[in-house]
């Protein structure tokens, strides 16, 4: 986390945010990029501070819910608000972000949040896993390993595994401190007693460091094994609820199962679309209204590098270029 | 084919563009200036500046040309440019006793020291649309005489208006407002609310939470869903000074003056084994005049003294965690509205699982019919 030690630009005061003086402020209109009208990457350097310090008694407590004095932003609450936070808290000057929703790089939330960043920092973005020092995420991770200098930060909506099972938040922070997960189990083995199977398919629980059960943000149970041992830090950001929680490198996660029915991920009988591969998390894409299917893969750097490195899928072959 | 997602870029710009278009509407029409908003959508600017937790009518007027008059939009645009607002420090308390009303009224009292003051209100008027509006009348120049007004304070000059709490509290009455320390006071949008909350961030949150969903809430009470008795003790609108005590000054100075409306609810308490029967108290605070906002605001924040009070908690609006959680409009258009958001790979493996449920459910199906 070597990004986030020195703070290395100092606040340029909003002055000229100020709405009584003549030109009534920044508006979103003049987008003077890494304009002066806010702090580098918007939040104040207490702010950012605060969130750091959150951060860090996160990743010394593997998978416990940390509350913070979650900001405002000028996003909706909702779209990502933990996850920009903690990114501005993290971010320099000299970081490469990308962002992805779903996996992808060009859907419209995660252009939009990437272009608050390339204003509010103006920092260099990518949408190249391997080239990016921190990722921000919603609901994938991706399917190219990461590594020790990467950061990927989750957009959190409900931190909490048990919220479901039990509202009250007095209650659920009891259960984890004395690791009553009781509630949980019962829950997987009436699934397993009704459906014979485990029916969470995303936001699927995990045990991390052998101590709390997290949830890891609504990606698909897919995404969870790598979890497990990830060398790149995993950030975790509910700006709602106000919780931020971590996964240093190379720590253990396991989703919960039982010994006669373990974990096990979805498969597809059918590979990529566009690229032909068998090993991702594949999106259904409607291609008529008479029933017309077609899968591709939901991480489109993934895919558009298999590509060109020559991998062809079926579509692809039959000359269906997206 | 495959397109869906591509061009997400130039989507948001035109979007952006066309948002700006509608925001204006027909052109021949002459564009609506912030003084006007602030000068004659004056409660709109109260309740955006009151859930949007700022002191600023411009800010506000802004927020709602911004907003196209939607508040909850405008309330969220004020929310985020007050994250961006540097910290002074804390202000005394307000007094409010010393408030230069507009309006005063009681419930609990036909007459009282200081009067019944109505002031601009709604109240009774018959609400019949008032055709003779639609006309715009003429803009008069500042010399041109002000429409005449009877029975304002200026006649007789302010006479003192104790709070009719605290006369109550003379006779011992009412229950003792025993003032917390003033250096322990919290805020919630520097420290994240923790459950139980105490009555000071209970209050700030009420403060900034969504008029319509405490209005049901406060309207729920009164309807049986834990039940209080109150009576409106005291409502009062007007300006109070504000004073801060600067560190390098070391006495108090006067900063400026805001309008506030404030809400004294007062209810009847049984008593219990350790306090003698009593009335208790509810209260509420708004910038600006929001009087809707701040009787709810009042009849809540007594429902939630019920741990306090020893009351069994029964009702919705009784539960803290339940209120707390939810009032804030902000956070909840945001959650609610975020399900415009993709949400392909969760629904991708539901799909999976329920045509896997299917599958399972056909055999079953099959097995049993052979």
Known sequence: ??????????????????????GVGA??????????????????????????????????IPGYQVPFASREMPMPYGWGTGGVQVTAAIIGPEDILKVIDQGADDTTNAVSIRQFFVRTTGVETTTETGDATIIQTRHRVPEQPLQEDQILVYQVPIPEPLRFLEPRETETRTMHALRDYGLMHVKLYEDIAKHGHIATTYAYPVLVNGHYVMDPSPTPKFDNPKMHEMAA????????EKRIYA?????????????????????????????????SFLDEIVTDDRGGRMFVCSDTHYCETRRAAGHVGLAAAQGAEP | MYVAVKGGEKAIAG?????????????????LSLEQIAEQLGLAVDRVMTEGSLYDRRAAALAIKQARGDLIEAIFLLRAYRTTRPRFGNSLPLDTAEMRTERRISATFKDLPGGQVLGPTF??????????????????GADSPALPVEGSESQDGPEAMPRVVDLLDHDGLIEREAPADEESVGDLTREPLAFPAERDLRLQNLARGDEGFLLGLAYSTQRGYGRTHPFAGEIRFGTVSVELVPEELGFAIEIGEIAVTECQMVNQFKGSAKEPPQFTRGYGLTFGHCERKAMAMALVDRSLRCRELGEPVEAPCQDEEFVLSHSDNVQATGFVEHLKLPHYVDFQSELELVR???ASHERNRADSSD
């Open chain 1, 1 to 22: 986390m070597n990004e986030t030690a020195p703070i290395r630009r100092t606040s340029a005061l909003p002055e000229s945010g100020d709405l009584h003086s003549d």
């Open chain 1, 27 to 60: 508006t979103a209109s003049d987008a003077t990029a890494a304009d002066g009208a806010y702090n580098f990457a918007f939040l104040d350097e207490q702010t950012k501070r605060m969130i750091r310090r959150a951060l860090l008694k996160a990743v010394a």
């Open chain 1, 233 to 240: 830090l995993q950030l975790f950001g509910a700006g709602r």
């Open chain 1, 247 to 279: 996964i240093p490198p190379h720590t253990k996660v396991k989703s919960l199962d039982f010994e006669d029915h373990p974990f096990e991920v979805q498969r597809w009988s059918s590979c990529c679309a566009l690229c032909g591969a068998t090993d």
């Open chain 2, 15 to 31: 979007a952006h563009a066309l948002l700006a278009k509608a925001r204006r509407g027909d052109r021949a029409l002459p564009e």
């Open chain 2, 123 to 140: 109240d009774y008027t018959h609400r019949l649309l008032d055709f003779g509006l639609a006309e715009a009348e003429p803009a008069q």
């Open chain 2, 356 to 358: 896997k449920m299917r």
